[in-house]
T-cell receptor, first 118, second 113 residues
Framework: AQTVTQSQPEMSVQEAETVTLSCTYD???????LFWYKQPPSRQMILVIR??????QNATENRFSVNFQKAAKSFSLKISDSQLGDTAMYFC???????????????FGQGTELSVKP | DAGVTQSPTHLIKTRGQHVTLRCSPI?????VSWYQQVLGQGPQFIFQ???????GRGNFPDRFSARQFPNYSSELNVNALLLGDSALYLC????????????FGPGTRLTVT
C-alpha cells in the first residue's frame, strides 16, 4: 500500500522569504504522479503543482517549485517570495497511474499548516 | 465555466439517520471521486466513478454508497450515521480519459449529533 508522510505539522515564514515543505512517500510503483494541494480556510482544495514520476526535471509554477528525488522517495515544495495569501494547509498527495489497478485515486499526507507573517 | 459544485454546504444530522450529498462536475468531466476529510487530517478516498461505473472504492463500510447519473453528476449516500461520520466531504472531477488532474468542489460539512 502507498503511504504519504508530512513530518512538519506547522510551519511559519516571514512575508517575502522562502520556505520549504517536506514530503516523503512509499510505493513499489514505477509510474505515478505527485501533487501539492493548498487548502485555505475557505476549504477549497486547490492544485498548486504536479510532477509526473517519469520526468526527471523538477516542476515549477511561478513562485512554487518542487525538489523531486525519486530514489529517496522525497517530494518537497519550495515557496519563494512568500505572500500573505499563501497562508493555508498544504497537502502532499500521491496517485498511481490512472490505468493501473486503483489508479486515479489520491492518497494524501496529514498536511502542513503554513502561516505567512507580515 | 463553473467549477465543481456541491450541495448542501452544511448539514446537521442525528445518529442513525441517512444523508445524501450531491456533486456536479465541471462541464465535460466524466469522472467523479469522493473523499472524506476528518478535522485535522488529510482527505481519505471513498469512491471513484467513471462513465456511471464504479471504478474504485476506499476502505469504508457498506453504509457508504454512491452513484453517477447520465449527466455525470453524482450522489454519495451514508446510512445509519455515526458520530465518526462527521467530516468535510469533498467531490472532485476529472477530464475525459481519466486524466490524473482532479478538480475539487468546496465540500459539504456534515455534523452528526
Amino acid at each position: 500500500a502507498q503511504t504519504v508522510t508530512q513530518s512538519q505539522p506547522e510551519m511559519s515564514v516571514q512575508e517575502a522569504e522562502t520556505v520549504t515543505l517536506s514530503c516523503t512517500y512509499d510505493t513499489s510503483e514505477s509510474n505515478y504522479y505527485l501533487f501539492w494541494y493548498k487548502q485555505p480556510p475557505s476549504r477549497q482544495m486547490i492544485l498548486v503543482i504536479r510532477q509526473e514520476a517519469y520526468k526527471q526535471q523538477n516542476a515549477t509554477e511561478n513562485r512554487f517549485s518542487v525538489n523531486f528525488q525519486k530514489a529517496a522517495k522525497s517530494f518537497s515544495l519550495k515557496i519563494s517570495d512568500s505572500q500573505l495569501g499563501d497562508t493555508a494547509m498544504y497537502f502532499c498527495a500521491f496517485m498511481k497511474h490512472v490505468l493501473s489497478n486503483q489508479g486515479g485515486k489520491l492518497i494524501f499526507g496529514q498536511g502542513t499548516e503554513l502561516s505567512v507573517k507580515p | 465555466d463553473a467549477g465543481v459544485t456541491q450541495s448542501p454546504t452544511h448539514l446537521i444530522k442525528t445518529r442513525g439517520q441517512h444523508v445524501t450529498l450531491r456533486c456536479s462536475p465541471i462541464s465535460g468531466h466524466k469522472s467523479v471521486s469522493w473523499y472524506q476529510q476528518v478535522l485535522g487530517q488529510g482527505p481519505q478516498f471513498i469512491f471513484q466513478y467513471y462513465e456511471k461505473e464504479e471504478r474504485g472504492r476506499g476502505n469504508f463500510p457498506d453504509r457508504f454508497s454512491a452513484r453517477q447519473f447520465p449527466n455525470y453528476s453524482s450522489e454519495l449516500n451514508v446510512n445509519a450515521l455515526l458520530l465518526g461520520d462527521s467530516a468535510l466531504y469533498l467531490c472532485a472531477s476529472s477530464l475525459p480519459g481519466l486524466s490524473y488532474e482532479q478538480y475539487f468542489g468546496p465540500g459539504t460539512r456534515l455534523t452528526v449529533t
